[in-house]
């Protein structure tokens, strides 16, 4: 494995910039996932470091190596799709082995063996080598298209929505699976996915991409924290961040350039006697978590409640905002740091 990195990279087809200006590296042994919205640059990015694109600026560099004139079989990196382009007329032992018996990487029939074996025994697919591609379900082919990218030991990983076609339990399971696989492993992966949690479980960094431009790169707890931007701070999270404007519900102490605060649906408090007036428009009973959604001075406000408060729709009640919770932005939607 080795450390990656794009310096400057820009990408356009057409008068669109899909990626714009990129600078994103990517250390040895790292998880790095890329989030944002359907549009935002992310499989560009990837196609970038794999060779299936090439920047109309700046450069890619693969293992200390200016990689940005190589193709990319010359780069050793593995693509992970979000469909599973298995072969499905063969078994699972020959579509691991396959990268393992390419021309210019053929391996000797007992180094296959052994390292198929190994990587099916981690994936916990050992017991279905001998099986045809076709007689998989959805998980055990992903697994079986995630260990033929690791077979190969490359120097980084590119995977793109992994994951999204599979259903909510499956998703669970791999997500944790990948992790401990790539510790395991210490693999260099760069991850790309609209999903918030799953950037959240895998990644030791999160880049927010926006519309081809990265906004924020930072460990998952300091992006949901310290969000440079609002639609940062949009980004993870569920329900999304409270956006008011500065100087309602009772925000008195805003720095002189806020425009907007954001407030976590966490740290806002309901049943206040301090409070604002407000009534309750819905409350969804999530197991552990309960969400209100509260109408108070013009505007829905979410809050995040305890699932035994005896709260319910159309009941008047205060709301409040807990002291010191709220994150100020500018006018141009920055977070303004004090």
Request: glycine share 8%; proline share 5%.
């Amino acid at each position: 494995m080795a450390d990656a990195a794009l310096i400057g990279a820009t990408k356009r087809f057409g008068e669109t910039v899909a990626v714009d200006d990129v600078s994103l590296s990517i250390a040895h042994g790292e998880f790095v996932v890329l989030l944002g919205p359907t549009g935002a640059g992310k499989t560009t990015t990837l196609r970038l470091f794999a060779g299936l694109e090439r920047p109309d600026e700046g450069s890619v560099h693969i293992a200390g190596v200016d990689v940005t004139a190589m193709p990319p079989a010359a780069r050793d990196v593995a693509f992970v799709f979000q469909q599973y382009s298995l072969y499905p007329h063969y078994t699972v032992f020959d579509n691991l082995a396959f990268p393992l018996r390419a021309p210019g990487r053929r391996q000797p029939a007992k180094v296959v063996r052994e390292r198929v074996t190994a990587i099916a025994e981690m994936l916990k697919i050992g017991g279905k080598l001998k099986n045809k591609a076709t007689a998989l379900s959805g998980g055990e082919m992903q697994r079986v298209s995630i260990g033929r990218a690791l077979v190969r030991e490359p120097n980084l990983f590119l995977m793109d929505e992994p994951l999204s076609s599979l259903d909510a339990k499956l998703r669970e399971e791999l997500r944790v699976e990948l992790k401990r696989i790539q510790r395991d492993l210490d693999a260099t992966i760069l991850y790309v996915t609209h999903d918030q949690l799953e950037a959240m479980t895998l990644a030791d960094r999160i880049g927010i991409l926006q519309e081809g431009r990265l906004v924020q790169l930072d460990v998952p707890r300091r992006v949901y924290e310290s969000p440079a931007t609002i639609y940062a701070a949009q980004r993870l999270g569920s329900p999304q961040i409270n956006l008011i404007p500065a100087g309602r519900l009772g925000l008195v102490d805003a720095p002189a350039r806020a425009a907007t605060a954001g407030v976590r649906p966490e740290d806002v408090t309901v049943g206040a006697a301090e409070g604002m007036d407000g009534r309750v428009l819905n409350v969804e009973h999530l197991g552990a978590e309960t969400i209100a959604l509260i109408a108070v001075e013009g505007r829905n406000v979410h809050a995040l409640i305890d699932r035994e408060a005896p709260l319910h729709s159309g009941e008047a009640t205060r709301v409040a905002v807990r002291p010191g919770a709220a994150l100020w932005f500018d006018g141009e939607e920055r977070l303004i740091v004090a």
